[in-house]
């Protein structure tokens, strides 16, 4: 054998991450109350700016009103028409995402340095001072109404909104839908109103990112230095979880289904609670990758799904596991008791030996990718603000990864992986 075929014969040892540390971000307070959260490291002249505003679905009427609010900012504000943005964005090769989530609104940018000064204006003028024009707001409405429409006939939107429903509680203003006629109802004064009564600038923060020069910094500061505050002090809408009793199985009926959706929930523990981090590497084992148990099992062995995932998810109001699978109508009893088996066999079998390792480098992999960019890095910071990640998070899932042991999944499993307290939605043609 030739010396290079041996090497190439040879795997490369494969080291675990012992040691998880984020880089440092500057903070800046600006006189308007805005705070400016910066890490400048890139080798080229870019830059990646998001303004993060509070106010989301849960705090604006509807979830309607929410998604509006996102795509109206680029239809026209006090000093440009839509057309004069989006001109004016192509032409300095600036790219724009405007999203909503729970509790907050996230505006963000990419530019080159060189274009930057020239974009600011806009994205300002975008953040504070839009007027949502009934003309291109009766084209978003429309749009929106009938994207409504379609999820209402589908069978994997149709669970996850039951399963919200019975995992959150009825009426939680997480769990809302809007109608198509309720979409169709929004007016720009109506729009407007609830943008204004959502309008706290001393409460929005900056994240900038990229090579970030003295130039950059200041252009940024000086923009947005001078906003004037809202009329009201801040406080998000939350409202704790109130699920409905364990073992309760909402079933909607689709006559026409080619398969159904099965999404299953327990109540976990918050972010904060010592049990969270371990839930979540059980959780994980449980459904998170593609060499996870209810992959290998249901879908390998048995053949029941495509797919099947399992995740935890926590917010300021809750938290919970969430199960999720598409299945032939006939297979819906047999999977949901399949789920059943491996809940309880994540406590009498858990992990050990290579799924163990598989598991262990699964997830320190996924870890490790938030270091791989500036822009993955600050990204972080966005989301420890958008998904109340405490502080130190990261460095106690590190370590709590690399002292893994097959007890500890056994552990938490006993805790909170019960089958008795699933809450189950089921959209489908026999449901």
Same mark, same amino acid.
């Given at each position: 054998?030739?010396?290079?075929?041996?090497?190439?014969?040879?795997?490369?040892?494969?080291?675990?991450?012992?040691?998880?540390?984020?880089?440092?971000?500057?903070?800046?307070?600006?006189?308007?109350?805005?705070? &400016?959260?910066?890490?400048?490291?890139?080798?080229?002249?870019?830059?990646?700016?998001?303004?993060?505003?509070?106010?989301?679905?849960?705090?604006?009427?509807?979830?309607?009103?929410?998604?509006?609010?996102?795509?109206?900012?680029?239809?026209?504000?006090?000093?440009? /028409?839509?057309?004069?943005?989006?001109?004016? $964005? @192509?032409?300095?090769?600036?790219?724009?995402?405007?999203?909503?989530?729970?509790? +907050?609104?996230?505006?963000?940018?990419?530019?080159?340095?060189?274009?930057?000064?020239?974009?600011?204006?806009?994205?300002?003028?975008?953040?504070?001072?839009?007027?949502?024009?009934?003309?291109?707001?009766?084209?978003?409405?429309?749009?929106?109404?009938?994207?409504?429409?379609?999820? $209402?006939?589908?069978?994997?939107?149709?669970?996850?909104?039951?399963? @919200?429903?019975?995992?959150?509680?009825?009426?939680?203003?997480?769990?809302? &839908?809007?109608?198509?006629?309720?979409?169709?109802?929004?007016?720009?004064?109506?729009?407007? @109103?609830?943008?204004?009564?959502?309008?706290?600038?001393?409460?929005?923060?900056?994240? $900038?990112?990229?090579?970030?020069?003295?130039?950059?910094?200041?252009?940024?500061?000086?923009?947005?230095?001078?906003?004037?505050?809202?009329? /009201?002090?801040?406080?998000?809408?939350?409202?704790?979880? +109130?699920?409905?009793?364990?073992?309760?199985? =909402?079933?909607?009926?689709?006559?026409?289904?080619? *398969?159904?959706?099965?999404?299953?929930?327990?109540?976990?523990?918050?972010?904060?609670?010592? @049990?969270?981090?371990?839930?979540?590497?059980?959780?994980?084992?449980?459904?998170?990758?593609?060499?996870?148990?209810?992959?290998?099992?249901?879908?390998?062995?048995?053949?029941?799904?495509?797919? &099947?995932?399992?995740?935890?998810?926590?917010?300021?109001?809750?938290?919970?596991?969430?199960?999720?699978?598409?299945?032939?109508?006939?297979?819906?009893?047999?999977?949901?008791?399949?789920?059943?088996?491996?809940?309880?066999?994540?406590?009498?079998?858990?992990?050990?030996?290579?799924?163990?390792?598989?598991?262990?480098?699964?997830?320190?992999?996924? *870890?490790?990718?938030?270091?791989?960019?500036?822009?993955?890095?600050?990204?972080? +910071?966005?989301? *420890?603000?958008?998904?109340? &990640?405490?502080?130190?998070?990261? =460095?106690?899932?590190?370590?709590?990864?690399?002292? $893994?042991?097959?007890?500890?999944?056994?552990?938490?499993?006993?805790?909170?992986?019960?089958?008795?307290?699933?809450?189950?939605?089921?959209?489908?043609?026999?449901?």
């Amino acid at each position: 054998m030739k010396p290079q075929d041996k090497f190439r014969a040879t795997a490369p040892a494969v080291s675990l991450m012992t040691v998880f540390t984020l880089p440092a971000v500057r903070r800046r307070l600006l006189p308007s109350g805005i705070e &400016i959260i910066i890490y400048d490291r890139c080798d080229e002249p870019v830059n990646y700016m998001t303004l993060v505003q509070p106010g989301g679905d849960c705090e604006f009427p509807s979830p309607g009103y929410s998604a509006l609010n996102a795509v109206m900012r680029r239809e026209g504000t006090r000093s440009y /028409s839509g057309e004069e943005i989006n001109s004016l $964005l @192509d032409f300095n090769g600036s790219w724009l995402n405007i999203s909503s989530s729970g509790h +907050h609104l996230s505006l963000a940018m990419r530019s080159l340095n060189s274009t930057l000064t020239s974009s600011l204006p806009v994205f300002k003028e975008m953040a504070f001072n839009p007027v949502f024009p009934e003309k291109a707001l009766e084209v978003r409405r429309a749009s929106l109404a009938r994207n409504i429409e379609v999820a $209402l006939t589908d069978v994997d939107f149709m669970a996850m909104a039951a399963s @919200d429903a019975l995992i959150k509680g009825k009426g939680h203003p997480g769990a809302r &839908i809007d109608t198509p006629q309720e979409i169709r109802e929004i007016t720009s004064k109506s729009l407007a @109103d609830a943008f204004a009564a959502n309008l706290h600038p001393e409460s929005s923060k900056i994240f $900038l990112s990229g090579m970030i020069t003295r130039e950059v910094e200041e252009s940024v500061a000086e923009i947005f230095s001078d906003i004037p505050k809202g009329n /009201s002090t801040y406080k998000a809408n939350i409202v704790p979880f +109130h699920a409905a009793p364990a073992g309760t199985v =909402e079933k909607i009926v689709k006559k026409d289904a080619k *398969q159904s959706s099965i999404v299953m929930t327990l109540p976990a523990v918050g972010r904060n609670h010592p @049990d969270y981090i371990p839930l979540h590497i059980a959780v994980s084992a449980l459904g998170g990758y593609f060499g996870s148990r209810l992959m290998l099992e249901i879908r390998e062995r048995l053949g029941l799904t495509y797919g &099947i995932s399992a995740s935890l998810l926590g917010s300021e109001e809750g938290a919970y596991i969430q199960i999720q699978a598409d299945t032939d109508c006939r297979n819906v009893e047999r999977l949901c008791n399949e789920v059943k088996k491996e809940l309880l066999k994540m406590i009498s079998q858990p992990p050990a030996d290579s799924e163990l390792t598989r598991l262990r480098q699964s997830l320190l992999s996924s *870890q490790a990718a938030i270091l791989d960019s500036p822009f993955s890095i600050i990204d972080y +910071h966005i989301s *420890q603000l958008t998904a109340s &990640i405490p502080d130190g998070y990261f =460095e106690e899932k590190l370590q709590a990864i690399t002292q $893994l042991t097959p007890e500890t999944i056994s552990r938490v499993a006993a805790k909170y992986f019960k089958p008795d307290e699933l809450r189950t939605a089921i959209a489908g043609r026999n449901s």
